[in-house]
């Protein structure tokens, strides 16, 4: 077992809370992407209609994006309801001297692969601070959202608070479990290490984004055609991928109070792309940075009940639904249930390479061609950790 430490840096940011789908809550489906959930305490025949906040700040500049929905009729969501982002409302974050940030509603183009080469696509993405906008520890922020129809919704003020750097990390080859004896499910686990602060109960959270680079080279037969971009297109680019886990892993103090913490913080999966390239540097083939966030226990509470509700199996009213708290809340008529929890928590990073020599198998997806720009954070501009 290879194990690859390095010593490293900080930054700071906000978090939330991820979710992945299930089919217990359509609700829950939705609300865990970032940290911004709240007062959930009902049985599914109440199922109206909730507005679902879903976002977060840190204490880097921006942009921070805040999505807001509202979730359909329960009723109507087994029979294939919808979801809609919230249109034309006023969007701002206050903080406790009641200076504002505003947000805006962004459109923006994406070119996504297509059949055959790619299309440019107009999205309407979520609402979005200014690059020049960041948190600071210390301060205290409120999210407040006014709908065009004029109802008033806010969270709880919010104090961001610091948290412990990170000390080093540790990346080591791992097999998971599986039916195939001959092709492993492998990838690469990540370990942080950090000192926890004694006499104090604390709650953590990380996310894991990364970076790889692609060569999509122009295999176009009589098959198959690798269609490229009309300006020459792009066969060689750096993958950017944030937020891997998609359902982050929070931790509580509890049990080692005041110690040095090792743990395992997430795990990257060999897709067939991320570690297939032979061309890359042998001691640059994957990128990795963590994200280690302290969280107020409430914070943390949410999050571990939000999970739950998310992940049980059976009939949609087997076991009945959680009490999941939040901090959102709506200003005209507080027995309206609004669902989410906005917080503003600092952030801590440390980065570290893969290896190539770390692992003992690598996937390698069959001849992947065309614009490699149309591949989900797909970009020709050389990263920073690869410069």
């Known amino acids: 077992m290879i194990e690859i430490s390095q010593q490293i840096g900080t930054r700071c940011w906000c978090v939330g809370l991820i979710s992945k789908a299930r089919v217990l809550l359509f609700v829950a489906i939705l609300l865990i992407q970032s940290t911004c959930l709240s007062p959930l305490d009902i049985e599914p025949s109440d199922f109206e209609d909730f507005l679902v906040v879903q976002g977060f700040i840190d204490d880097d500049f921006g942009p921070h994006d805040i999505r807001i929905t509202r979730v359909a009729k329960f009723a109507s969501v087994r029979a294939g309801g919808t979801v809609s982002i919230i249109e034309g409302a006023n969007v701002q974050i206050m903080n406790q001297f009641g200076e504002s940030a505003p947000l805006e509603r962004v459109r923006v183009q994406e070119k996504r692969r297509a059949t055959c080469g790619f299309?440019?696509?107009?999205v309407t993405t979520d609402y979005r601070t200014l690059e020049t906008f960041k948190g600071e520890i210390?301060?205290?922020?409120?999210?407040?959202?006014v709908t065009k129809e004029g109802l008033k919704n806010r969270s709880s003020p919010q104090t961001m608070l610091p948290t412990p750097p990170i000390d080093s990390l540790v990346v080591k080859y791992k097999e998971l479990p599986g039916l195939d004896k001959i092709i492993p499910n492998s990838g690469v686990e990540v370990f942080a290490s950090w000192h926890d602060p004694i006499e104090e109960e604390n709650f953590y959270f990380w996310r894991l984004n990364g970076i790889y680079m692609l060569y999509t080279p122009d295999l176009s037969d009589e098959i198959r055609c690798c269609l490229y971009d009309t300006?020459?297109?792009?066969?060689?680019?750096f993958i950017l991928e944030k937020n891997l886990l998609r359902n982050e892993l929070a931790f509580s103090d509890r049990q080692v109070n005041g110690q040095i913490i090792t743990l395992p913080v997430g795990f990257i999966k060999d897709d067939g792309f991320r570690f297939g390239d032979t061309s890359v540097p042998n001691d640059k083939l994957y990128h990795v940075e963590v994200e280690q966030y302290a969280i107020p226990q409430a914070a943390f509470e949410f999050n571990e009940k939000a999970k739950t509700l998310a992940n049980i199996n059976g009939d949609i009213f087997d076991p009945p639904p959680l009490s999941v708290g939040g901090n959102m809340f709506n200003i005209n008529n507080p027995e309206e249930r609004v669902i989410g929890?906005?917080?503003?928590?600092a952030k801590q990073t440390g980065e570290i390479f893969?290896?190539?020599?770390?692992?003992?198998?690598?996937?390698r997806f069959p001849d992947p061609c065309g614009d490699c720009r149309a591949f989900p954070g797909g970009q020709t501009e050389i990263p920073e950790p690869y410069k």
Do not use: K, N
Request: hydrophobic share 40%; aromatic share 14%; proline share 3%.
């Open 354 to 363: 893969i290896p190539r020599s770390l692992l003992e198998f690598i996937h």
């Open 231 to 237: 300006d020459g297109g792009a066969m060689r680019c």
């Open 138 to 145: 210390g301060s205290t922020y409120s999210l407040e959202i």
């Open 341 to 345: 929890y906005f917080g503003a928590y």
């Open 119 to 122: 299309q440019i696509v107009t």
